[in-house]
């Protein structure tokens, strides 16, 4: 049977209407719970940091320490490279690493982060073994994750719920856990993390704006994206129940009275002294 770390497979992918909303996030409107333990000397990995938005703001933040940038697909980090040079940051690197076990030293960094990460990951338990393996003693491990079963929203377009019932399907069959928020505790139970402050925080959209945004993206996700293959080819979904989903997205994004909420767990680790 191939190890826990074989079987996931990310289920977006890296489709421009992914990096749509990966670029989109910063440390503010995503790791908000984590900058008042930031110090400026620290030093911090920032697993699955993807198109490095995320990782250029915790350079910012961090003037004297290091930042060091990683995820599993050699492919976005050239883009990172690019976000961070755009800044003109000096303290930042990037690699290539698998969050199941790191390739760096036991007690490396200040701060271990994790942003919307562990959802996708084979072994979430082991994950935060590893995270908490390269945090110093005294350090953070900070790991935030959506739950889709909690995400919320109004009016009830025919077709969300299929989108919802879809997409969990489908991430599931790849061997995540799209109802990852919720579960961030247990998991740090279980990988041996005792002193564990828990949080939730939500994005919210409902401007014309927010929800043209919003709704674009996931129509344009759900027919051109990894995922819309992967529905596909799992037999999860139709070419046409894809089409009638990515419709839905957009009926709802035409709503004026429209608003959706996605709600994220949160835990942020102090490891012992």
Not at 58 to 78: F, K, M, R
Not at 82 to 101: P, Q, S
Request: proline share 4%; charged share 25%.
């Amino acid at each position: 049977m191939p190890k826990a770390r074989e079987t996931a497979v990310y289920t977006h992918g890296h489709h421009e209407s992914v990096l749509r909303s990966h670029t989109w996030r910063t440390a503010a409107n995503s790791a908000a719970y984590l900058l008042g333990s930031l110090k400026p000397h620290m030093k911090i990995l920032d697993i699955g940091c993807g198109p490095g938005t995320i990782t250029a703001d915790l350079a910012e933040l961090v003037p004297d320490g290091q930042v060091t940038g990683v995820d599993h697909a050699p492919g976005i980090l050239d883009q990172a490279r690019a976000t961070a040079a755009g800044r003109g940051l000096a303290n930042v690197d990037f690699a290539v690493a698998d969050v199941h076990a790191l390739d760096y030293p036991d007690d490396t960094f200040c701060v271990v982060h994790a942003h919307q990460v562990l959802q996708h990951v084979g072994d979430p338990v082991q994950a935060l073994r590893e995270m908490r393996r390269v945090t110093r003693p005294g350090g953070f491990i900070a790991v935030r994750d959506g739950d889709y079963a909690a995400m919320t929203w109004y009016p009830a377009v025919p077709g969300l719920d299929d989108w919802l019932d879809l997409y969990e399907r489908v991430a599931r069959a790849n061997g995540g856990e799209p109802d990852a928020g919720r579960r961030l505790k247990a998991w740090a139970l279980a990988a041996g993390l005792t002193d564990i402050t828990v949080t939730s925080s939500t994005w919210t959209f409902a401007t014309p704006e927010e929800r043209a945004w919003w709704s674009g993206l996931w129509a344009d996700r759900t027919l051109a994206s990894a995922y819309a293959e992967r529905a596909t080819r799992g037999g999860h979904a139709t070419e046409e129940g894809l089409r009638a989903v990515s419709e839905a997205w957009r009926e709802w994004g035409r709503r004026e009275d429209g608003w959706f909420a996605v709600l994220h767990g949160e835990i942020l680790c102090r490891k012992e002294a």
